[in-house]
């Protein structure tokens, strides 16, 4: 009895000391590579931070956010896994390039307030932007390269969407802004007396276009004030509105060519057509790609870490 109680309690300490501990600085390991904590939180962060404010948020409300980016991560994971696989290389120029069009989209000076803002590092964006070139070289060789469209499916397309390639009635239109009623009047009745619209226009309108005869150029409905469509799409080529009131002042048009709504050629639509069926179709097989690579990934969670992920950066804040 007492060598049966003693083999329980090896038997019980054995299975103790098999049960792996946890680590609390992994969330993730895909294929065996780490998604660290304080690289999980960091980013967790950022996206809610970004999405939400600076306003604190409950345990409840950050979990969505949780699950989201490590899936988001871990199909990163598995696409830098692949192009090392596929030894995608990116050069050091290629990064350089890629963060100086970032750094020009943004007024001077104020990039590097922005990245603080955003709890990046120079660092940390020069590794982030490498692994979406990667990603990115990766995804056009191993999936785009691969998609065509047919000559067949563009006609399909541009036969079974006829609505989508009508083009609305255009008018071409010139006009004259005044600021009172009684000089609107005056020079309604010099175009009267045959004087030339443009010159007038070039002479006493207020408006921009006045130093170019009052031209409007070719516009639909709707892409001007009603008041302009409802005075000019009446008028008759070569036609002169009455005097029109509005915000910007009183107004004389004049209508110089009209174009009839029609159906646009295939010739002149194909390369819209061509270029959102390719759109579709590389999504649609860029999806599938990562979905097998998703699939056949070893992918451990490591749960009590992520529970305990508060959706604030641990200490050490940005990268130097």
Not at 236 to 248: H, L, M, N, P, R
Request: net charge neutral; charged share 30%; glycine share 6%.
């Amino acid at each position: 009895m007492r060598r049966f109680a003693f083999l329980i309690v090896l038997v019980a300490g054995c299975t103790q000391q098999q049960k792996p501990a946890v680590d609390e600085n992994v969330v993730a390991t895909v294929n065996g590579e780490v998604i660290s904590r304080s690289d999980f939180e960091r980013e967790l962060s950022r996206e809610s931070q970004a999405m939400e404010g600076s306003a604190p948020r409950s345990p409840e409300q950050i979990e969505p956010f949780k699950q989201a980016l490590l899936e988001t991560m871990v199909e990163r994971q598995v696409l830098l896994q692949a192009a090392k696989e596929a030894q995608v290389q990116v050069s050091a120029d290629e990064v350089d390039r890629r963060v100086l069009a970032l750094t020009s989209e943004y007024p001077a000076g104020t990039f590097d307030t922005a990245l603080a803002q955003s709890q990046t590092s120079r660092t940390e964006l020069a590794r982030r932007t490498h692994d979406q070139l990667v990603i990115e070289k990766l995804l056009a060789e191993q999936v785009f390269a691969r998609v065509a469209v047919t000559e067949e499916q563009i006609r399909r397309a541009y036969d079974e969407n006829p609505d989508a390639w009508m083009e609305p009635e255009q008018v071409h239109a010139q006009q004259i802004v005044v600021k009172g009623l009684d000089e609107a009047k005056r020079l309604q009745q010099l175009l009267w007396q045959g004087k030339k619209f443009s010159d007038l226009a070039r002479k006493y309108s207020l408006s921009p276009d006045g130093k170019v005869g009052g031209d409007l150029g070719f516009f639909k409905r709707g892409e001007m004030p009603p008041a302009f469509d409802d005075a000019i799409f009446r008028l008759s080529v070569g036609g002169t509105s009455d005097v029109v009131s509005t915000d910007y002042g009183f107004h004389l048009f004049r209508l110089i060519e009209k174009k009839p709504a029609r159906k646009r050629e295939l010739a002149e639509v194909r390369s819209a057509i061509e270029q959102k069926l390719l759109a579709a179709l590389r999504s649609e097989k860029q999806v599938s790609y990562v979905k097998a690579l998703r699939e056949k990934a070893q992918v451990k969670v490591n749960d009590p870490v992520l529970l305990a992920v508060s959706g604030r950066p641990s200490s050490g804040g940005t990268e130097p």
